[in-house]
Structure formats: C-alpha cells, structure tokens
C-alpha cells in the first residue's frame, strides 16, 4: 500500500467520484460506470465512463484502466467510490485500486454495510473466495460525520490517513451527506442508462 | 409563441442545459445529447439523454420528448441549448420547442453564428429549406455579458424577454461564460461518447 499524507488539503482538491447506473438484472451483461471530477466540493471539471459485467470481477481493472487513462490523471488527488460493490456483486478491491493508480481511496456508503448478508450472498456465486477476500481488504468501516453533527455516513479507506480520508469527506459533501463528486457520478450514472 | 414573462428570478431556478457529444462524422449515424438540470448556476439536479442523427431532421422532436418525458420536467422553468445545430446540421427550430414544451428556449454560442456559411453548408443537404428555415426561427443574434464585461457570448431566443434572458445567463454562468448547465452539459456529452 501507498499511503499519502496529506501536508495540506486544499478546498479545490481534484476527487475523482466513482459510481455504477442502475440496470435490469439479467437483462443487461454490462452496466455503465461513471467517474466526475470534481474540484472540492463545487465544480465539475471532467467526466470518464467505463463498462463493467454484472455480477462480474473485472471492476478493479476497469476503474483502474479508466482513471489511469483519463486526461485528468495527473491532477487526481483522491478517488472516491460509491460503495465497493458495483454492477450487483462486482467487488471493487480498494488496495489493488490503491496501488494501481497510486491514489488514495475512500469507499463511501449511507448505511452500514451488512457483511454477514454479504458473505451470504457471495456463496451463491462463482469465486466466491476472491470477491470475500476484495471485501474484506475494504478494511475497517469507519463512521464519520461529514455535512452536519446529524449527518453520518460510513467510509473504508486504503492508501490515506483516516484522519486525512475524513477532512475530504468533510470539505467535499456540499450538497447533501456524501462528497458532491459521488451525488453527481450517481445522477449521471442513473441519466445515462 | 408563449412568452413567458418572468415576475421574478430565484437563485436557484431550475434551469436545463442541452448539449450533443463529440462523435466522428459518417462512422456513427446517432449522437449522445445530454440535458442537464441545475439550480441556477450552482448544483446539478438532474440528469437526462436522447440520441438524434447525424444531419438528421429529429432534433426538434427529440428534444422536445426527452424533456416532455422527464420527471424534472414540472420544476423547468427555462431550456438553454449551446446553439441550434445538434449533431452536425440537425437544426432545433427553437419556436417549435417553445411552443411544445411551453418551456422559454434560450439558445447561446461562444461565438456569433456566421449565417452566410451556414446557409451554404445547408444547400448540400436534403430538406435544406426546412433547415434554413429553422436556422431563422432562432431569431436576432444578440450580444450578452455575462460573468463579467470582458466575458460576451450570443443568444437567439424564444418564449422569453430579452431583459429576463439576460438575467438567467447572467446568474447562471457561475463558472465560465457560459451558463454553468451549458458547461457541464458539455462534458457530460463528451465523457460519455
């Protein structure tokens, strides 16, 4: 793992926000992923895509060929994901992720995620050892307050500082609980497919 | 015509801003338009798609189902397009949207359209009359500052009056010169085709 510390975090930081559109399950074999740029938590500078399987294992290699493909690269100073599960039980492995883009990553969610009813579901699923390993390499769920005292969500973090993961969290969700690059990846996702 | 006068425009107006995406000429025959809903200059709302041809004649109507069929549709108060032609010369005839969406139609460009090049590139397509006659239903080319007095772009409108036109692009190009819907809009349409 790479971890960054960051000397200083400043209010236009460059986040990358990650997140899957919604799909007929079954019906479709790919679903649209939608990474947005975002500078802090107020302008949209840029917008990438990629496609990964339902239920498939190829979404830490697809999100990892997006980002280090994409023109804003080099400007990137976090990647955010909604979540570590895309397109039904794609697991995303945020340490792969990590050390792959050489960018910190913060997995977000509104609610806890149930890691019994996960490990339940995986079962039923081919390579079910590789998806629990992606799983738990998520690390520790952390609780953090990001727009208000009364607003909590849940991040799991690799290659960054809690303490850092926090802050950004804190400085990027504007709009509503989470980061505004994940508010609008999530619209855009849900726009487009 | 509806003219829509306005009594008075909120900050946070639910404005849509409708762009096409980039595409290679001839390869593909439909091309990506996005519209995108924001309040006022500041947070995107909403996110919608249609797809229209290539030099095609459906740019009109497509537009017009993609916002009719929308759930934000209730809450638009005004339509910004970045200018009349959509996937090469697919003119929107902005009279025509106006009066089927009952929207205003503000159609804005970087730069003053040239007429006398346009109407020359519509003589060597089919119905080029149909299309120079949507080209002039766009109406006078007028000049506007927005963000700032060295920041001018051009607009042709429908349904609405100068003065509050004017108004709208002013408090919407939070970000550029153009309105914030517009930009995005952009990027949208070309991260995703």
């Known amino acids: 793992m790479t ?38 938590g107020y302008w949209l500078d840029g917008v990438m895509h990629t496609k990964v399987k339902v239920d498939g294992l190829d979404a830490t290699e697809k999100i990892t060929s997006m980002i280090l493909n994409s023109p804003h690269y080099k400007q990137l100073r976090v990647v955010m994901l909604n979540g570590v599960t895309f ?10 992720l990590n050390m792959q883009t050489k960018l ?3 997995a977000v969610t509104r609610e806890k995620p149930n890691l019994t009813e996960i490990h339940e579901a ?11 390993k992606a799983i738990l390499n998520a690390g520790e769920i952390l ?44 619209i855009i996702a849900s726009g487009i497919s």
């Open 87 to 96: 397109a039904g039980f794609n697991v995303v492995d945020i340490k792969q």
């Open 143 to 186: 609780e953090v307050f990001t727009r208000s005292k009364s607003e909590k969500v849940c991040m799991q973090i690799s290659g960054i500082l809690e303490e850092d993961a926090r802050k950004i969290l804190q400085l990027t969700s504007t709009r509503s609980s989470i980061p505004e690059a994940l508010r609008v990846a999530h």
């Open 122 to 132: 995986l079962k039923k699923l081919p390579e079910s050892e590789e998806r629990w």
């Open 3 to 40: 971890c960054k510390k960051f000397r200083v975090i400043k209010p236009e930081i460059r986040v990358l926000g990650v997140d899957d559109g919604v799909f007929v399950f079954h019906r479709k074999r790919l679903v649209p992923v939608v990474g947005v740029v975002f500078r802090g």
């Open 104 to 106: 910190p990553v913060i």
